[in-house]
């Protein structure tokens, strides 16, 4: 699969938690959002952008109305919610979504300034690139040394000043490379992390019980 660019930048978007958001054009209904700006973006851009309000609300509407969930708390910056089968997501203020059912465990998680980061692993990450230099750069960069850091996979897609809480992603690697021939093509298993501010943590993990 083809990676997405960003609807504010331009710039290619890694798919990873926290690092970006989608909304769908059906989930535009009363013309909150103009349809140009829905699609993928880099949450760092739709934070900078003067369109995250409108975004917050198509979510909220969408997550409320259509998908049944119901608010758990009002927060400064957040509006939690759940669903009775046990999601539990944080919408920002700001149109930025967090999934909190799925991270792990909250004391396992690292501390950090002002929150927490949560592991995270993507087991088969598909990068596709027609600029076959980035992927020759990870495959040679893991061959020599096992691993390859997933803030240079950022540097060589020209996006490590899209990337959102930077202290999530400082530690993430490639940790594994399907291997192929391929110059654009590459399968990657991603280990890296999710940053969950202090005024979420109480909302972090399984079903409330
Ligand atoms: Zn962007």
Redesign the pocket.
Known sequence: MKHD???????P?LELEGQFELVQPYELQHDELPLDQAGC??T???LRSRFGPAWAAVRLRTYRDLRKYDTLAELDAWTVLHHTQGDRIALGRTGELLRLASLGSRRRARKVLAGRVFACVDEGYNLELEDGSVIVGIREGFAAAGSYPLLGVCEALG?LN?VHHPVALERGIVSAVRQTESRHFITMRLEYGVFVPDELLPYTGGVPT
Do not use: E, P, R
């Open positions: 660019d960003c609807t504010g930048c331009g710039l978007v973006w880099h760092a851009c739709l996006i899209k």
